[in-house]
């Protein structure tokens, strides 16, 4: 299983102060060095944390993958269109969110996704659509043409106790299945770290997690390489087991 590392909370601290320490760019680079095989980025409209030269530089340096997270508005798309990240990550944004709340209704409007999807292969980007673990949607997003599906891990993460967190577990194994029958690549992300990753890492089909959060946290004691190393062993651990 791979590891995409979501550098957006150093640009967090960073906007803290609005200068330019730390700088997510060099986040990216220790990650990729330290075994990362993709740094993503989430270009709010509000721009709170990761800004447009954060996902221009980024696009120069990273030399794995770089997944831009993203709103799918007018303004977003064009940039995305112009900067040609190698996968966008498609998710609902609010902005009174601390962060992405729950997955993409993509059943609601497939026709406007399938749209989507056109326009970003045609410009040689992969599209992910980041969805609840529900087939409704896992179906939605292959009928748009999409080439990957992020699965929302949120609420198992959150869940509070050992029969929520197996419940969700359950939806999310159906929703990967569903996913890489229908020919769909399945990832998963939110809210992952490293006490809940291993039984996410024994769903088969899921071949990538996206981290943020606890490995940002993690890197404050640690620093940025230590914590994606001890991530990387938990995965590798986890996916023996
Ligand atoms: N995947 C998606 C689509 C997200 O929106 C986020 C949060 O930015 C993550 C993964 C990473 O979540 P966390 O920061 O909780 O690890």
């Given at each position: 299983m791979r590891l995409a590392v979501n550098i957006d909370h150093i640009a967090t601290v960073r906007e803290a102060r609005g200068g330019i320490e730390p700088?997510?760019?060099?986040?990216?680079?220790?990650?990729e060095l330290a075994g990362a095989e993709g740094i993503v980025c989430h270009l709010r409209e509000d721009r709170?944390?990761?800004n447009d030269r954060d996902v221009?530089?980024?696009r120069e340096v990273v030399?794995?993958?770089l997944d831009l997270e993203m709103a799918a508005t007018g303004e977003i798309i064009a940039f995305a269109l112009d900067v040609l990240p190698d996968l966008v990550t498609i998710v609902p944004e609010k902005r009174e969110e601390l962060t992405t709340e729950g997955g993409l209704d993509v059943a609601a409007n497939v026709r406007f996704y399938t749209d989507l999807v056109s326009a970003m292969?045609?410009?040689?980007?992969?599209?992910s659509y980041f969805i609840d673990p529900d087939l409704h949607q896992?179906?939605?997003?292959?009928?748009?043409?999409?080439?990957i599906i992020e699965l929302h891990t949120g609420t198992y993460a959150n869940s509070r106790s050992r029969a929520e967190a197996e419940a969700e577990l359950t939806r999310l194994r159906l929703a990967a299945e569903a996913a890489s029958e229908a020919g769909l690549i399945v990832t998963a992300g939110h809210g992952l770290d490293r006490r809940n990753i291993a039984p996410i890492c024994r769903i088969p089909q899921i071949e990538e997690v996206s981290i943020g959060h606890a490995l940002i946290s993690r890197a404050m004691f640690v620093g940025m390489k230590g914590a994606v190393e001890e991530m990387l062993d938990t995965?590798?651990?986890a996916t023996r087991m």
């Open positions: 700088d997510p760019v060099h986040a990216a680079v220790i990650a709170r944390h990761v221009r530089v980024l030399s794995t993958k292969h045609d410009k040689r980007i992969d599209v896992v179906e939605a997003a292959a009928r748009c043409g999409a080439n995965i590798a651990t």
